[in-house]
């Protein structure tokens, strides 16, 4: 199971802190990553990290503002939203998986779906 929280509203160039706490399994088996839906739109990847921490990889849109991180002591992965923009509201989705040797940034790859948390940033 994958409990995200944290989202929640924010003006533009304001920071946010999600959190996904995972349970019932082996989180530290697992890379995760953060995905995002935007009404009337796709889901897109956002971030993802290596089981260990030492590797992450961004979307293009999010790189130097957003940061995720893991804590395997604490079952749970982060993501650092900071200078927020209109365009990153969203509701945001954790993911684990396990199929890739580092990490995923396709969706495929990722086997377990947190439930969401939704992100609104106003202008």
């Known amino acids: 199971q994958l409990q995200a929280s944290g989202g929640g509203l924010v003006q533009a160039g304001g920071s946010l802190r999600l959190s996904c706490a995972a349970s019932?399994?082996?989180?530290?088996?697992?890379?995760m990553g953060w995905y995002r839906q935007a009404p009337g739109k796709e889901r897109e990847f956002v971030a993802a990290?290596?089981?260990?921490?030492?590797?992450?990889a961004y979307a293009d849109s999010v790189k130097g503002r957003f940061t995720i991180s893991r804590d395997n002591a604490k079952n749970t992965v982060y993501l650092q939203m900071n200078s927020l923009k209109p365009e990153d509201t969203a509701v945001y989705y954790c993911?684990?998986?396990?199929?890739?040797?580092?990490?995923?940034?396709?969706?495929?790859?990722?086997?377990?779906w947190g439930q969401g948390t939704q992100v609104t940033v106003s202008s």
């Open positions: 993911a684990a998986g396990d199929v890739s040797h580092y990490f995923g940034r396709d969706s495929w790859e990722y086997a377990y």
């Open positions: 019932g399994w082996t989180f530290s088996r697992y890379y």
């Open positions: 990290i290596s089981r260990g921490g030492g590797s992450t």
